[in-house]
């Protein structure tokens, strides 16, 4: 029986981490976000409702559970107050039964987020941050310069006084849920490629968000962990800078589009209709750029947490087995499915070409990367709409060869397709059940 489940994100971030998270919800008593900070964005759509959240745990909106912000996470204190009071507007009574913060999490500081501003800074440009001062919060903690939170809340500043009674030794309080037979979530930030050791290095974040970093960030030893889930679109985004090998057009060509919000307000018009008909029939010929910006159409593909439009390309099996050996997956969550609706053909990265050679182990000097040359194994598509599907067997038998290839081509099960945003757009496969 699992009891305790690290949630993990398996390629570049925003893979529907938090969607799943709060789907799983209903069965845990509580979850824990353990690393990063207001650098993430996770989505979590009820009912009629969509809620971002960056600092707090995706499991908030669900009664009688505990929501825990642990000791691996740097904390705007200013931006986790106002989610906290946005939360209160809609409804929500937030004492310390329903959210906790490790004494020990680190504080981000006007200094960090001075100095972390991509339009001010070449460093932070370049590697493409959120601008929210998370590099240089880890750096004054690893420096031993840092403060942390428990510190920070003994000022008297209106966040201090806000947080001081949140503050809690979160690490004996997770132990002991689980000591005690409770389930217990383990929600990733970021992914596995953006981790400072193992991911796309300098072009990543500032932590350690796969499985290892998992447990630091929450004082949890890997004796108590009984399973590990990577989350995986159906292909694959990208927001910030790095290479990218099975990137469809190029990052200049996504930053020339229009924004979330024009895109928002012309999808009612006609003038849309026409365009994304054109697009339909330019996606189905060689026009990888409007492979590219279909995927980022029909997925919604801009940032939750810097409105940026995401890079996005074909799924790339080379970077998703690293994953799951890096984090030890049991198995896969394959989120955005129905996105890939609309193409006669879909495309499987199987392994790169780099300076002539077929490589099929994922480059770690990044010179290397830079030069990959994707390799393609292509499936028949479908034109369905799937968002309602409720089963494997719903599926359109071209979308389940897919998903059979990836499981086969990766090497670990699928537990979990989910069709859309909301809860009920998850399907469980049989025998899967995660929890
Ligand atoms: P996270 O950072 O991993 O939690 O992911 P984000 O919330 O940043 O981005 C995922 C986006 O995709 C959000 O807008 C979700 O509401 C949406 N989403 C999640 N799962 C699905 C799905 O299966 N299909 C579609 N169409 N959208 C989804
Ligand atoms: P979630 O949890 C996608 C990326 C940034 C940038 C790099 C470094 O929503 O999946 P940082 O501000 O962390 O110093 O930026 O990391 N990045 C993310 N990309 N999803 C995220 O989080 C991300 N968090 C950081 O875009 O490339
Ligand atoms: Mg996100």
């Excluded at 690490?171 to 991911?199: M, P, R």
């Excluded at 990577?230 to 790095?242: D, E």
């Excluded at 390799?375 to 968002?387: A, F, K, Q, R, V």
């Amino acid at each position: 029986m699992v009891r305790t489940l690290i949630i993990v994100g398996g390629q570049w971030g925003d893979e529907g981490k938090g969607k799943i998270i709060d789907a799983l919800m209903e069965k845990a008593d509580a979850v824990v976000r353990c690393t990063g900070g207001n650098n993430a964005g996770h989505t979590v759509v009820v009912d009629d409702t969509t809620y971002k959240f960056h600092l707090i745990p995706s499991g908030i909106t669900h009664e009688g559970k505990l929501n825990i912000i642990s000791n691996g996470t740097v904390i705007d204190p200013d931006v986790l107050c106002s989610e906290i009071e946005t939360l209160e507007k809609s409804g929500f009574t937030i004492t310390d039964e329903k959210l906790i913060i490790s004494s020990t999490a680190h504080t981000i500081l006007e200094k960090h987020k001075k100095e972390d501003n991509p339009t001010t800074n070449a460093h932070s440009k370049k590697i493409g941050t959120t601008g929210r001062g998370i590099g240089p919060a880890y750096c004054d903690k690893i420096n031993r310069s840092g403060v942390r939170i428990g510190e920070f809340v003994q000022g008297s500043s209106d966040s201090a006084k806000k947080l001081k009674p949140l503050i809690k030794d979160t690490a004996t309080i997770v132990n002991g849920l689980i000591d005690n037979g409770k389930t217990v979530l383990f929600e990733g930030a970021q992914a596995t490629l953006l981790d400072i050791d193992h991911g796309t290095y300098p072009y990543v974040t500032s932590s350690n968000p796969s499985a290892g970093g998992i447990l630091t960030g929450s004082g949890v030893g890997p004796t108590k962990i009984d399973s590990v889930v990577g989350v995986f679109k159906a292909y694959i985004t990208r927001v910030g800078g790095g290479p990218f090998a099975t990137e469809l057009g190029t990052d200049e060509q996504t930053k020339s589009e229009e924004s979330a919000s024009q895109l928002k307000e012309k999808r009612s018009s006609e003038e849309y209709e026409k365009e994304f008909t054109s697009l339909i029939a330019a996606a189905n010929t060689d026009d990888e750029y409007a492979q590219g910006r279909l995927l980022r159409m029909q997925g919604y593909e801009y940032g939750t947490t810097t409105n940026r439009p995401r890079r996005t390309g074909w799924f790339d099996i080379v970077a998703a087995k690293y994953a799951a050996m890096i984090n030890g997956l049991s198995s896969m969550v394959i989120t955005k499915l129905d996105v890939l609706s609309n193409f006669k053909e879909v495309k499987l990265c199987v392994a790169y070409e780099i300076d002539g050679k077929k490589v099929t182990d994922f480059p770690l000097d990044i010179a290397q990367l830079e030069k990959a040359k994707p390799i393609y194994e292509s499936m028949p598509g479908w034109d369905d709409d799937i968002t309602s599907a409720k089963s494997f067997a719903e599926l359109p038998k071209n979308a389940q060869n897919y998903l059979k290839k990836l499981e086969e081509l990766c090497g670990i099960p699928i537990s979990i397709v989910s069709v859309g945003p909301a809860r009920d757009q998850t399907i469980v496969l049989d025998g899967k059940t995660l929890l």
